[in-house]
């Protein structure tokens, strides 16, 4: 319960950060949105959404975050000389991995996804290399964004800030 609470501020910086703020920046600037359409089959379909959260609690905030966070990236800073300077470097080269391997995201969905592994690499070593507070932001947070494809409403934010960032460039 002690680690509830700042996973959830967490995920809400990073829903702030990352959703209102750098998405619709990304996409405005590379010119293609972040491709979602192999999770079309979440819309407004229960018993996939249920699946697909449950596979997404194993697979991407247990499996990755214990890949990623947990395996490559002390592994990158021991073999860098596990210094401060290591640890940033192993944090950059993490999560630039963590963004190619979201490819079929296009190249949007690869440099947000790195931005976020790069939140989730802080997550972790603001928590002394403890995965379990970097495990449940993955987790609170792609429920969060399941969810809303469910809904329908993933692209509602992102919409309204390109509208402003185009409004601020004309």
Do not use: C
């Not at 290399?129 to 449940?136: G, R």
């Amino acid at each position: 319960a002690g680690s509830i609470v700042p996973a959830l501020g967490y995920v809400m910086l990073i829903i702030l950060l990352n959703d209102f703020l750098l998405e619709p920046l990304v996409e405005l600037l590379v010119g293609e949105g972040i491709k979602l359409e192999s999770f079309d089959g979440l819309r407004g379909n229960l018993s996939n959404l249920l699946i697909m959260l449950t596979i997404m609690w194993v697979m991407a905030a247990f499996g990755e975050e214990f890949f990623f966070r947990g395996y490559v990236m002390n592994r990158l800073a021991i073999l860098l000389g596990n210094s401060r300077v290591s640890w940033i470097i192993a944090l950059l080269l993490s999560s630039a991995i963590f963004g190619i391997v979201h490819g079929y995201q296009g190249i949007s969905g690869m440099i947000t996804t790195g931005i976020v592994g790069l939140f989730l690499g802080l997550v972790f070593m603001n928590n002394r290399n403890n995965l379990f507070v970097a495990i449940l932001v993955h987790g609170i947070y792609d429920t969060y964004g399941l969810t809303m494809i469910y809904f329908g409403n993933e692209l509602v934010v992102k919409n309204i800030m390109i509208d402003i960032y185009q409004s601020l460039i004309q």
